[in-house]
């Protein structure tokens, strides 16, 4: 959920912008960044692409 606070506040995206641009509502985004759940595998590919991620950089991270 951290780091996805911080990625959103990188690219100055809200919760809604983020929502809408994976498909989800914002409830779903809010709930991630609470620790409340995860998304599924597409779901977080299209996080990723959103954020401008690549998916080897997030596991990177991941792993610490």
Do not use: C, N
Request: aromatic fraction near 8%; charge should be positive.
């Amino acid at each position: 959920p951290l780091w996805l606070a911080q990625r959103m506040k990188r690219k100055s995206m809200t919760q809604v912008e983020l929502a809408e641009s994976i498909g989800k509502t914002q409830q779903a985004i809010s709930k991630y960044l609470r620790g409340e759940g995860a998304p599924q595998t597409t779901v977080l590919k299209k996080i990723l692409y959103s954020l401008s991620v690549h998916p080897d950089a997030f596991w990177d991270e991941m792993r610490g």
